[in-house]
């Protein structure tokens, strides 16, 4: 069991680990590290470019195209072997190069620094590597430290620690060496820091508890790798399609075969034709068609910031039907901003077309002086807008002077004519700053910020803008309950006030901070995202549910959840806590009503995915701290802000580079767009190779030679329908993609619909290929001329049937011509690369091939404009009468 070190006092804690407040000697720094080893993490490797590479070859599409490679091989059927194998080795090239880019661009935004820290070890403080801690050093922690490990603080002067990458609090952590309660939740384990979190402001001492692996960052990090990583929905609908697919193939390779057998065919005949029949039914441009579709869109996600590291995840995004975000630094912007100033006559913050106006401009310059003196942060490199300059400073100034900037009060203009001339600093005792100002040859004041309920306790006035009135109980009353009103909707808030100070006098104390004049509450919070609010509307009317997930308090978290547009009743709100007292069935029920999880650690946010997932949906889950990782890397799709902590990164399917929520919707809508994308082309492809199955089988049970050969089944299907296969990853979307409701998981890759067009599609053909085929058989008993006719006819059909393809929700007149240049200019390809197999010496040797004259090609070209008037007919009553879902 482990032991409870924020329940001990400092020196029950130093006795519990054998050491003091001189650290450890030498001799016992060996025998831990012997004992506990270093303290690091084990860290994932980054796959190797190879194993990249092998994993291109993992998709049953492909197993089916080196099983028909191995076919033709196997029957010296070179030309077809090598068409085959360069499929592959175009999907695979495709899929390598995009994935690697992806894994490389990733690595790029680590920040490859050696980890140092400041020990206290034999009496002597010392800079170690932080991997050679043990538990029982003695830490020491500055402004900017990042905790090298979880220990108990032994002494601290005003620390902060922001511990959002672990807990998801926003607001940094004010600490404390006292002991506290056992049974508190770590949020709130105010005498404990913790390895990977941040020092925001204040020094400390800190005895080490735990290290790498048992730390709580190493707790987590365990869980992810326990985790398991759960199939996308496409890979799951391709898997389940391939199997169809190939079954397909070999039911009817063998039924042909029988068939044939039983019209009394020769055995070697029928096995040689069967193979034709299984080349011809394997779409073999699909596994191309299908990567370059997902490469391009991992190249659009990109483009608006959302790096997608797995080509397989960027549809995904398009089937998400619920989306788990946390709230800070997604829908929020991540940093406090001074957003409220109430004064006894009102907020003296009045927004209106991003112009600040003053109720009472005396109250306001008041108000303001005293933020920006008795305040500490500066700003560097003050060019450019404000929103690129760099302010240093602690969380809770910071944000006055950014307030102060924007509403036209400059900190040094101030500081030049009213000089500091002494300083009683804030501290956790005192709850207040102060400082001296000498604002004119005659006068000097005192400026006080602190905790507002102090600052009323001594305060003896109050200002309204035009004089100093005497604070009385209606007045207190007010404040207070102004200061209330605030800290229910999640808001910090700091007391504002001021005193007159005698001529001459250089230094202030703590006794003289009474009977002072109070002006205002300054309340601070992280402000939403100016798209935050339309963007969670957008997903609502995508048929999206969007959840906040957060480890905030369960006020903060409901008061950005109001303003946002969610539910906030006693039944839209679960904490982490009340997710305990569930079980698994409890939670899958309760799931849908809930809005809002706050407080909610690294295994609540687990169950959240599974229960949700248990519902049948498909789960996106944001975050940026390691707390995260482990229920991103357990969703549909998981995302990580290009903000947050390395392991979150790593495991993450997307990284948002600009940690904005909107992207998450561009992203989910281009996603939207690949599904489309993917299923135009499988019915396509897929139509093709169903006329060619069936234009075989026919003239086989007709007792017809083949109409074409193996080859010339192969070059339609790589060559002809290869370009505009591919082109169709390039059609830029229909303009009502997010106004349909996100696809169920159950949903199949190829629904009813479409396959009753490929049926239809693939007999209509049929019935005009083979009537030719016949017909001309017949007149000439030329059979490579037969056959180059039903070649070229087959061709020509399946670019004119692109256009049918295009849209499976809109006919072709409500299509534009023009706005798919890839499209049109891959058809005229098409048709030179047949012309090409028609009359170029070398390919009618390869091809069994023989020129046509003008009036053949204008006739063939007739039967695609017919065949293709008719498809659309076809497919103007699936979309009238049936709607394609």
């Known amino acids: 069991m482990s032991i409870a070190f924020h329940n001990l006092t400092v020196e029950g804690a130093l006795e519990e680990l054998g050491t003091s407040i001189d650290g450890l000697k030498e001799k016992e720094i060996k025998a831990r590290l012997k004992q506990y080893g270093k303290n690091e993490l084990p860290r994932e490797k980054m796959l190797s470019r190879f194993s990249i590479f092998l994993s ?27 068409i085959i194998l360069a499929a592959i080795f175009i999907n695979v090239i495709i899929g390598f190069a995009q994935e690697d880019k992806a894994n490389r661009s990733l690595e790029q935004l680590k920040t490859l620094v050696e980890r140092r820290s400041h020990v206290i070890r034999g009496g002597r403080e010392i800079e170690i590597k932080a991997e050679d801690l043990v538990p029982g050093d003695i830490v020491v922690l500055e402004e900017g ?40 939740v770590l949020a709130e384990r105010k005498n404990m820091v913790f390895m990977g979190t941040l020092v925001t402001g204040g020094r400390a001492y800190f005895v080490v508890t735990d290290i790498g692996i048992k730390s709580h960052f190493g707790e987590i990090a365990s869980l992810v790798r326990e985790t398991k990583e759960e199939k996308t929905p496409l890979q ?53 068609s299908i990567t370059v579709i997902l490469a391009i869109g991992m190249q659009k996600m990109s483009r608006h910031k959302a790096l997608t590291r797995k080509m397989i995840a960027a549809e995904t995004l398009g089937s998400v039907s619920v989306i788990c975000t946390d709230k800070t630094g997604t829908l929020t912007i991540g940093e406090m901003r001074a957003v409220h100033l109430m004064s006894y006559c009102g907020d003296l913050f009045i927004q209106k077309n991003k112009q600040h106006k003053a109720i009472h401009k005396e109250l306001l310059d008041q108000a303001m002086k005293i933020s920006l003196l008795c305040n500490n942060a500066v700003a560097e490199n003050m060019k450019g807008e404000l929103k690129s300059w760099k302010i240093l400073g602690d969380s809770t100034e910071k944000p006055l002077l950014i307030k102060g900037y924007e509403i036209g009060y400059d900190k040094q203009t101030l500081e030049k004519k009213m000089p500091r001339l002494h300083e009683l600093t804030f501290n956790s005792e005192r709850k207040f700053m102060a400082t001296l100002n000498k604002t004119s040859k005659i006068k000097a004041e005192i400026f006080i910020k602190g905790a507002p309920e102090l600052l009323l306790e001594k305060s003896k006035y109050f200002f309204d803008g035009i004089k100093t009135l005497k604070l009385g109980s209606k007045e207190k009353a007010y404040f207070k309950k102004e200061i209330e009103k605030l800290t229910s909707n999640g808001l910090r808030v700091l007391g504002l006030a001021y005193k007159d100070a005698e001529n001459g006098r250089e ?36 048929g999206i549910r969007p959840v906040i997930v957060t480890g905030d308090h369960i006020l903060t978290a409901k008061a950005i959840g109001e303003e946002i547009g ?17 079980s698994d069935a409890e939670l899958k029920e309760k799931i849908k009503d809930i809005d809002i999880f706050a407080r909610v650690l690294p295994k609540h946010k687990l169950r959240i995915i599974d229960a949700w997932q248990s519902r049948g949906e498909i789960v996106a889950m944001t975050g940026d701290g390691v707390n995260d990782a482990p229920a991103i890397k357990r969703a549909d799709i998981g995302i990580a802000l290009g903000s947050g902590s390395d392991v979150t990164k790593e495991t993450s399917d997307m990284v948002l580079l600009d940690d904005n929520f909107s992207t998450i919707i561009k992203a989910i809508e281009r996603g939207r767009i690949l599904f489309d994308n993917i299923r135009k082309v499988i019915v396509y492809l897929l139509s093709d190779s169903f006329t060619e199955v069936i234009l075989i089988a026919g003239a086989l049970i007709l007792g017809l030679p083949l109409p074409v050969t193996a080859a010339q089944i192969l070059w339609v299907n790589i060559i002809d329908d290869g370009l505009p296969g591919l082109s169709l990853a390039f059609d830029k979307g229909e303009k009502d993609v997010m106004e349909r409701k996100p696809r169920k998981r159950t949903t199949p890759i190829l629904n009813n619909e479409m396959k009753a067009i490929i049926f239809i599609m693939g007999i209509l053909t049929d019935l005009f290929l083979l009537g030719v085929f016949y017909f001309v058989w017949e007149l000439t008993k030329d059979l490579n001329y037969s056959r180059t006719i039903s070649f070229v006819g087959l061709g020509i059909d399946s670019l004119f049937i692109v256009y049918a393809a295009r849209s499976l929700h809109h006919s072709i007149w409500h299509t534009k011509f023009w706005n798919n240049q890839f499209l049109n200019l891959s058809v005229l390809a098409g048709v030179l690369m047949l012309f090409l197999v028609v009359y170029l010496p070398v ?30 007919f ?12």
Do not use: C
């Open 145 to 184: 430290s990042r905790v090298p490990a979880d220990g108990r603080i032994i002494k601290e002067n005003d620390l902060e620690v922001n511990e959002a990458s672990l807990t998801g609090e926003s607001l940094p952590i004010k600490k404390t060496s006292k002991k506290i309660d056992k049974n508190i």
């Open 566 to 582: 969610f539910r906030i009743g006693e039944e839209n709100v679960l904490e982490g806590k009340d997710i305990d007292e569930l």
């Open 507 to 542: 230094k202030i104390e703590e006794k003289d901070i009474k009977d002072i004049v109070f002006v205002g509450i300054m309340g601070l919070k992280d402000p939403l995202r100016e798209t935050a609010k339309s963007t969670i509307q957008l997903t609502r009317d995508a």
């Open 874 to 885: 076809i497919k103007w009553f699936f979309i009238h009468r049936h709607k394609v879902d």
């Open 56 to 82: 291109q070859f993992k998709s049953p599409l492909v197993y089916i195209l080196l099983f028909a490679a191995i076919i033709s091989g196997i029957l010296m059927e070179t030309i077809d072997m090598v």
């Open 843 to 872: 390919l009618q040797t390869a091809f069994k091939t023989i020129g046509l004259g003008w009036r053949e090609w204008v006739f063939l070209l007739g039967i695609g404009m017919i065949n293709l008037v008719l498809i659309e």
């Open 236 to 288: 799951e609908r391709i898997g389940n399609f391939s199997k169809i697919l190939g079954a397909v193939i070999v039911f009817v390779t063998i039924i042909l075969f029988l068939v044939g057998i039983a019209l009394g065919r020769s055995p070697l005949e029928m096995f040689l034709t069967s193979i034709a029949v299984a080349v011809a039914s394997i779409p073999e441009g699909l596994p191309i």
